[in-house]
T-cell receptor, first 113, second 113 residues
């Protein structure tokens, strides 16, 4: 069965520092991977996705993610964090059998001034 | 602009009552999904539909039902509300391909007393 794991409930980082939010996956076949962000009292917003091609994927708001097949990881990164990046981040993987998305439990990112 | 709207945004009901949460999208997407979000569980899929008259159960479908009579709407019904169904509910839609990202509504917060 396909699954995705976000090992950190919360990540704290100072403004201006680089940030990483971790995600690992388990799929049979080629993975389709996604990152979403949720601001307070809002729905989820799409950030970026990996389907095929370059392992470094660039997305919205200066975020990028690196696909690593050997480590089955898809970590979200940003070179310089902003206080406004503070939000809940979800990693997701496509279930190949049913074509639906399976979400991780989320990681709360807190950026301190 | 195309959008996805949910109503009501907030609802309080009593145990045993029937509740319907509405979801309406104007993207003309065939794929629609209902998730619930709970602390520690992330997003869990309740029901989904890949087109008119098509409905499928997700991982937490017990006590919920959906119907798809047109492309734009996927109402979620709680047949007899239980306190365990207190949650935030999100509707989402997507173009046909599994590579496409989900577009989420703003959520419906349901409290069952």
């Amino acid at each position: 069965a396909q699954s995705v794991a976000q090992p950190e409930d919360q990540v704290n980082v100072a403004e201006g520092n680089p940030l990483t939010v971790k995600c690992t996956y388990s799929v049979s076949g080629n993975p389709y991977l996604f990152w979403y962000v949720q601001y307070p009292n809002r729905g989820l917003q799409f950030l970026l996705k990996y389907i095929t091609g370059d392992n470094l994927v660039k997305g919205s708001y200066g975020f990028e993610a690196e696909f690593n097949k050997s480590q089955t990881s898809f970590h979200l990164k940003k070179p310089s964090a902003l206080v406004s990046d503070s939000a809940l981040y979800f990693c997701a993987v496509r279930d190949i059998d049913t074509d639906k998305l399976i979400f991780g439990t989320g990681t709360r990112l807190q950026v301190f001034p | 602009d195309a959008e996805i709207t949910q109503s009501p945004r907030h609802k309080i009901t009593e145990t045993g009552r029937q509740v319907t949460l509405a979801c309406h999208q104007t993207w003309n997407h065939n794929n629609m999904f209902w998730y619930r979000q709970d602390l520690g569980h992330g997003l869990r899929l309740i029901h989904y539909s890949y087109g008119v008259q098509d409905t499928n159960k997700g991982e937490v479908s017990d006590g919920y039902s959906v119907s798809r009579s047109n492309t734009e709407d996927l109402p979620l019904t709680l047949e007899s509300a239980a306190s365990s169904q207190t949650s935030v509910y999100f509707c989402a839609s997507r173009q046909d391909l599994g590579t496409g990202e989900l577009f989420f509504g703003e959520g419906s917060r349901l409290t069952v007393l």
